[in-house]
């Protein structure tokens, strides 16, 4: 499975930002898909997921009511609508296609990783 993320930039504090993933190759074995970020100096950070085939969606608490996660498995992609943007929201943000069950917020659930995109909010 390859994946490619996209949407991320430069806003200022309290903006949006929609960020796209569109995954390719063996997507019809994925079980679900996450969105990560990674800031310097820290671990990688679960988001949110959602499940594949299905409709569940899970969120950190850090970004609960402010982050919704959606995905079209028939068009292959998934994307993170970012609302109310904070400078600390600034870190490399990725996607990741997990094949198989496993902790969700885990990074090591996920066996694909995108590229990622940069995300820096200004003050």
């Known amino acids: 499975v390859q994946l490619q993320a996209s949407g991320g930039g430069l806003v200022q504090a309290g903006d949006s930002l929609r960020l796209s993933c569109a995954a390719s190759g063996r997507t019809?074995?994925?079980?679900?898909?996450?969105?990560?970020?990674?800031?310097?100096?820290?671990?990688?950070?679960?988001?949110a997921a959602i499940s594949w085939f299905g409709s569940s969606t899970y969120y950190a608490d850090s970004v609960k009511g402010r982050f919704t996660m959606s995905g079209d498995n028939a068009k292959n992609t998934v994307s993170l609508q970012m609302n109310t943007l904070k400078p600390e929201d600034t870190a490399v943000y990725y996607c990741a296609a997990g094949m198989r069950g496993g902790v969700v917020t885990s990074p090591r659930s996920y066996d694909y990783w995108g590229q990622g995109t940069q995300v820096t909010v200004s003050s």
């Open 28 to 47: 019809f074995s994925v079980y679900r898909m996450g969105w990560f970020r990674q800031a310097p100096g820290k671990e990688r950070e679960f988001l």
